[in-house]
């Protein structure tokens, strides 16, 4: 069993029925839906068709509302797009115009206000760079330091300077609204830089959607003030992304590396879910095989830590989206074969903040590994005791066995869980007993097997975890 899972993002190579099937098929766990791209009608249709295949299927897919944030871009260029040379002088202005030689319509009113010369901006994530001469009214005059072609909307990027723009923007809100209509399971928040802007999206999540349980948040870091309040955004996050695209405009490609490595041991030590994304095999977009970095891109990804990798234009845009798929589950499956000592370290590390349900998870891990464990059978409602028996890296899978599809579909983004649908019971001993069933009919175990059961007393408050137990799994 791959315990590394795969989020896609899907976009026109990736919409039609077909292509989803085959991506499910690949090891596709999550759909990531990008509200930067198309129409609020596009990725309805896309969620509607994700769900009724998963249905039909009956294999669980999470589906990750993306939120636009307050991505700065350069407005409508001409057809074809428009050449900037090196040393050639342009003038970027927020007047609304169609770009073309020597000036760029950007979609930020106050960019002259934030500038000074001898800065630099950066278009199409980095690709080009002008450096400011003036800047004055609605026009900052740039020159050109590395030229090439810019197309419509590109993005922009001030990495000098902070900019006072709200995390949520009206459209965000929107979106957030539909999102949350359509029971997307986790909402990703875009250039967030404090906790405070995720308490805010919190805020709208409970007031859109007052008698739903909260959709959790990742918050996507790839902002330097998100670095600089990391420790804070991951105790207010339900998830973090290392959304290295930005991030490295934003700082350095050099620095990118080790701030992964960073961010992904923090979160691991906090028991949140971690993404790790860009660019993972980003020449599968045109290519059938990955170059050998991409490849040890990913398994050092899995090697420090990450919960799940994820495919961008791979999948959304590229021509072999489903190859790139079935090539990252292959690396994933190999590296973890070389992770086992990882786990194992990552078990024997004190247990910090040791309340109840930690002890009984991480007792849990350790048990199972003392007594070579076919699996972890967690009974859950809410899903929070595998949360926490993940964040220990058993070697035995994680089988969560809830009665509840929500809980199911965001598992679907958490190391090592394989969430699987049971009825509801009543009492204890049907709870615990209907778990190793279910997990027996999905192949998980097999009768005589030792498996270890954790998770909440039935008729507990969802979020408790207060009992283990081990038990032989029954013949049939």
């Known amino acids: 069993m791959r315990r590394t899972k795969i989020v896609c993002t899907i976009g026109p190579a990736s919409e039609s029925e077909e292509v989803l099937r085959r991506l499910i098929d690949a090891g596709m766990d999550v759909v990531r839906l990008n509200l930067s791209h198309s129409d609020q009608a596009w990725h309805t249709a896309a969620l509607g068709r994700i769900r009724a295949l998963s249905a039909a299927m009956g294999r669980p897919v999470g589906i990750l509302w993306d939120l636009s944030g307050p991505k700065l871009r350069v407005g409508k260029m001409q057809e074809g797009g428009v050449e900037l040379v090196p040393g050639q002088e342009i003038v970027l202005t927020t007047r609304p115009i169609i770009g073309h030689a020597g000036e760029v319509p950007v979609q930020y009113a106050h960019l002259p206000e934030h500038v000074r010369p001898g800065e630099r901006i950066l278009l199409d994530d980095g690709l080009l760079e002008v450096q400011v001469v003036e800047a004055a009214g ?37 979106d957030l609204r539909l999102g949350l209509s359509l029971g997307v399971d986790w909402v990703a928040l875009s250039f967030v830089r404090t906790a405070d802007e995720v308490r805010q999206l919190k805020s709208l999540i409970r007031e859109y959607a007052p008698d739903a349980v909260p959709t959790p948040v990742i918050s996507k870091i790839e902002k330097p003030e998100a670095i600089q309040n990391i420790d804070s955004l991951i105790e207010e996050s339900d998830g973090i992304m290392v959304a290295r695209g930005d991030l490295g405009i934003e700082t350095s490609p050099e620095e990118v590396p080790i701030m992964q490595k960073r961010i992904i041991r923090k979160c691991n030590l906090a028991g949140k879910p971690v993404i790790t994304a860009t660019q993972m095999l980003e020449s599968m977009i045109h290519s059938p095989r990955p170059t050998r970095a991409e490849a040890s891109d990913v ?7 990450t919960d799940a990798v994820m495919l961008s234009g791979e999948t959304a845009a590229g021509e072999y989206p489903v190859e790139a798929v079935e090539t990252m589950a292959r690396i994933a499956l190999y590296a973890e074969r070389e992770a086992t000592g990882a786990w194992r370290a990552r078990r024997q590390m004190p247990v910090q903040c040791c309340n109840i349900a930690e002890a009984v998870s991480h007792a849990s891990t350790e048990t199972a590994a003392d007594l070579g464990a076919a699996a972890i059978i967690t009974p859950t409602v809410s899903g929070y005791t595998a949360f926490m028996v993940a ?59 030792l498996v270890v059961l954790t998770g909440g007393a039935a008729g507990s408050t969802p979020g408790t975890t207060n009992m283990m137990t081990v038990r032989v799994v029954p013949g049939s």
Do not use: F
């Open 391 to 449: 964040k220990y890296r058993p070697e035995a899978p994680i089988v969560a066995v809830t009665p509840n599809e929500e809980t199911q579909r965001r598992l679907t983004l958490v190391w090592g869980v394989c969430p699987l649908l049971a009825k509801r019971t009543e009492n204890t001993d049907e709870m615990t007993a209907d778990a190793v069933r279910t997990a027996v009919a999905h192949g998980c175990v097999k009768p005589g097997e």
């Open 138 to 174: 609605t026009d900052v005059r740039a020159r050109v330091v590395t030229g090439g072609i810019l197309q419509s909307n590109k993005g922009l990027n001030l990495p000098n300077a902070s900019l006072a723009i709200p995390a949520i923007t009206p459209k965000d809100r929107d």
């Open 299 to 305: 398994a050092n990804a899995i090697l420090d830590g």
